[in-house]
């Protein structure tokens, strides 16, 4: 029965914003995203066995699809029968998840988002494909939109104001999956915990103050945090000052010295050594092969 399924009338109007070169770690959590208007006719059918992006047709990529209607009405079809999708509407639809949805009004304005199956995102895999209400349509249409308006300015804070807002955008995704009631308490005063670290990632966190923020022990923070990102606790937190790191060096005019103490290190020689370990360049020459770019 499900087949790939590509039909879209070309007075369909689409953005897609590319989270790979733009700052901020949204590339490790959204795969692809855009903002849609449609009319006319629009089919997209998929057979749950992946995508391909940037031409790579032997290497198929599982995601998430997470749909925010923000006018008109599309419809579902899954195996479990057919649903309308109206405005203020969330749609979810778990990686491996067979489906076709398509325009079921004169149109329909919606923000769409492919979710990595990451370590992450994997709670998705307990969830039910479907369509639910949610406050947060209107809040996803709208940093969206701002996230593709300020791709078009070259102003002096254009960098730094597109990493907030994909940071307001990763929060909204979170909040937004967080509706439905399968994450745990312990789930969620991780995920509290790892936001507040990436804000203050300055301070010398430690595995011992880390567990000591939620109350466990260090073997039991160990264990939680592998099973939550797939990472250790120290390999999550520099995989952040990284990345950090790289959007310092890209988008400012910090010196090494500044940034090494922004992302939580005691010298510009320990940040130096870490960062050419993970990226095989030194901060310096990274940098400038970014200028050049």
């Known amino acids: 029965m499900w087949r790939e399924i590509l039909n879209i009338d070309p007075s369909c109007k689409e953005y897609f914003l590319n989270f790979e070169s733009l700052p901020g770690n949204g590339k ?54 057919c649903q309308s999708i109206l405005p203020n509407t969330i749609l979810l639809i778990p990686a491996g998840t067979p489906f076709l949805y398509e325009l ?8 769409w988002l492919l979710l990595h199956d990451c370590p992450e995102y994997r709670f998705i895999h307990q969830l039910k494909a479907g369509v639910w209400h949610s406050d947060n349509t209107s809040l996803l249409y709208q940093t969206m939109s701002l996230i593709r308006d300020f791709d078009h300015n070259d102003g002096r804070y254009q960098p730094d104001i597109q990493l907030r807002l994909i940071e307001v955008l990763l929060y909204q995704i979170e909040q937004t999956l967080k509706k439905t009631p399968t994450q745990s308490a312990q789930q969620l005063r991780f995920q509290a915990l790892i936001r507040n670290v990436t804000k203050q990632l300055k301070l010398p966190w430690t595995v011992s103050s880390l567990a000591a923020e939620l109350h466990m022990s260090e073997p039991q923070f160990y264990r939680l945090c592998k099973k939550e990102t797939g990472k250790t606790p120290m390999k999550l937190i520099t995989q952040a000052r990284m990345g950090y790191a790289c959007y310092l060096l890209r988008y400012t005019n910090y010196s090494l010295e500044q940034i090494a103490d922004t992302v939580g290190y005691a010298d510009s020689a320990s940040f130096a050594h870490r960062f050419k370990q993970l990226y095989q360049l030194s901060p310096g020459r990274w940098r400038n092969h970014e200028d050049g770019n």
């Open 28 to 81: 490790s959590f959204i795969a692809c995203a855009g903002l849609s208007h449609l009319s006319n006719a629009y089919q997209i059918g998929k057979t749950g066995k992946g995508e391909y992006f940037n031409g790579k047709q032997n290497d198929s990529v599982h995601v998430h699809y997470l749909i925010s209607t923000n006018s008109g009405a599309g419809k579902i079809t899954l195996d479990s029968g």
């Open 104 to 111: 079921d009004a004169e149109h329909w304005d919606m923000c």
